[in-house]
């Protein structure tokens, strides 16, 4: 008898002795023939199924159900497809909207899923761009820092990524951005950290960089332009007309959603964070979680979906697959050469040890 059977017997014991039923006993032996699956009415046939029914009034379709419930009960939970730590994931993509995702899976190939213990749900699928072949986990955060934060730092621990990107869309609230412009966070303002009292308010801004291999590598891309034949192959990120542009600034992250730029939250980022180009939800949020990963490359990756004046749900049908498509193939861009490079200074160090060696 295993440990389940044994358990699964002790609890039908139990169960029979706190309703009152007697002769438990008689329903031992249908329980452990069970082996923790449901019981049909062509199992209650036995003479002790019969026994404990006639003892306790029952009908042999309540000891049916009784059982099964007993059984139910002890029954081991299903556990969540595993994760074969063998399998490297080196790139990890978090999102905030299921179109953002959408848009970076359109760039994978075999996409699977992947669920956490917790019941999170990744998808991974391999990125092959320029020969390099590589795989990636993206997750959708839901909108905010903190849902960002949350789950950024739960893939971080179950993928151990090398390289972690937020991509997703904002709102340019700068005259230097149009839509369909992707910027690239060199930090992230949390611009909703502040000192309020009855007649005065006090900006305490807080900031996180993104790391400074990522930013590098993101000046290297945009200069080198490598990210666009990849978003012009792709339809939903050829939509638009207009000349690819990337900006390597600084954003803002807070948790409203603005819709004017006279509005008290943008009048106070003009204030406090002027060097902002665009305004988001999550990326402060990622940045924090990101960062207590030394050793992982971390960016925060946004397409101009909109600009705060003038936003509507017509527009954003059209302009959010865009924009998250452009983001994304920058991201992953980046993701590959931050790969293939670090791929290169090992090859190079393995030479030269040979080398000493000879």
Not at 139 to 148: C, E, F, L, Q, R
Not at 150 to 167: D, I
Not at 175 to 181: A, E, K
Not at 201 to 230: D, G, L, P
Request: glycine share 6%; proline share 4%.
């Amino acid at each position: 008898m295993g440990d389940n059977s044994r358990h699964a017997v002790r609890h039908l014991l139990d169960s029979c002795k706190s309703l009152g039923y007697a002769r438990g006993e008689d329903l031992v032996q249908l329980v452990l023939a069970s082996e923790g699956r449901q019981l049909s009415p062509r199992d209650l046939k036995a003479d002790s199924v019969n026994r404990f029914a006639a003892t306790n009034g029952l009908t042999r379709k309540q000891v049916l159900e009784f059982v099964n419930a007993e059984i139910a009960k002890t029954s081991p939970t299903p556990s969540a497809p595993s994760y074969d730590e063998s399998e490297r994931v080196p790139v990890l993509i978090v999102t905030a909207l299921p179109l953002e995702a959408t848009e970076v899976k359109r760039y994978l190939k075999d996409v699977r899923e992947v669920v956490h213990p917790s019941g999170t749900v990744y998808v991974v699928g391999t990125l092959n761009l320029s020969g390099n072949r590589a795989l990636v986990a993206v997750v959708i955060a839901s909108d905010g820092n903190i849902a960002a934060s949350v789950e950024t730092e739960r893939a971080l621990a179950f993928f151990k990524p090398e390289v972690a990107l937020f991509v997703g869309v904002a709102g340019g609230i700068k005259d230097d951005v149009q839509i369909g412009d992707v910027v690239v966070g060199t930090y992230v303002y949390d611009y909703s950290s502040a000192k309020e009292g009855n007649d005065f308010q006090q900006a305490r801004i807080k900031t996180h960089n993104s790391s400074y291999a990522a930013i590098q590598r993101a000046y290297a891309v945009e200069q080198s332009n490598s990210w666009k034949a990849i978003a012009r192959a792709n339809s939903i990120a050829a939509a638009a007309n207009g000349e690819l542009r990337v900006f390597v600034k600084p954003l803002a992250a807070g948790p409203k959603l603005l819709a004017s730029t006279s509005a008290p939250s943008a009048v106070w980022i003009r204030d406090h964070c002027g060097d902002a180009l665009a305004v988001e939800m999550e990326g402060f949020g990622f940045l924090e979680a990101a960062n207590a990963h030394p050793s992982v490359k971390s960016l925060v990756v946004r397409g101009i979906s909109d600009l705060v004046d003038g936003k509507s749900s017509s527009h954003d049908a059209l302009r959010q697959p865009m924009a998250a498509s452009r983001a994304a193939a920058f991201a992953l861009t980046v993701a590959s050469e931050l790969l293939a490079s670090k791929s290169t200074r090992e090859t190079t160090r393995q030479q030269k040890d040979g080398d000493r060696i000879a």
